[in-house]
């Protein structure tokens, strides 16, 4: 098992930043890819961005260019750095992990641009 930690969510306005963290704990695999989904209501959960732990990346294009996703393999933590924030990007964002077989979801933390 494990369990994902998120923090950083909020309340922004148009044009401004946030950054979240999730920290992972439990049974962490050597090599496993960690990442962010975002939903909103009516939705179904789409990709923002993931990160293995060969530091490589992978990106929505609706966020490319503003988000930038990191992690600290020392402190199994992933940030998402999330710049030039719109309405549109509001939504709950959600942490994942996946190890070798399984995948966990954190308990998601809200983001609201406001215009």
């Known amino acids: 098992q494990v369990q994902l930690v998120e923090s950083g969510g909020g309340l922004v306005q148009s044009g401004g930043s946030l950054r979240l963290s999730c920290v992972a704990s439990?049974?962490?695999?050597?090599?496993?890819?960690m990442g962010w989904y975002r939903q909103t209501p009516g939705k179904e959960r789409e990709l923002v961005a993931t990160?293995?732990?060969?530091?490589?990346?992978n990106y929505a294009d609706s966020v490319k260019e503003r988000f930038t996703i990191s992690r600290d393999n020392t402190m199994n933590t992933v940030y998402l750095q999330m710049t030039s924030l719109k309405p549109v990007d509001t939504a709950v964002y959600y942490c994942?992990?996946?190890?070798?077989?399984?995948?966990?979801w954190g308990q998601g933390t809200q983001v609201t641009v406001s215009s």
């Open positions: 990160i293995t732990s060969g530091l490589r990346t």
């Open positions: 439990g049974s962490i695999s050597r090599s496993s890819v």
């Open positions: 994942y992990y996946r190890g070798f077989v399984t995948g966990y």
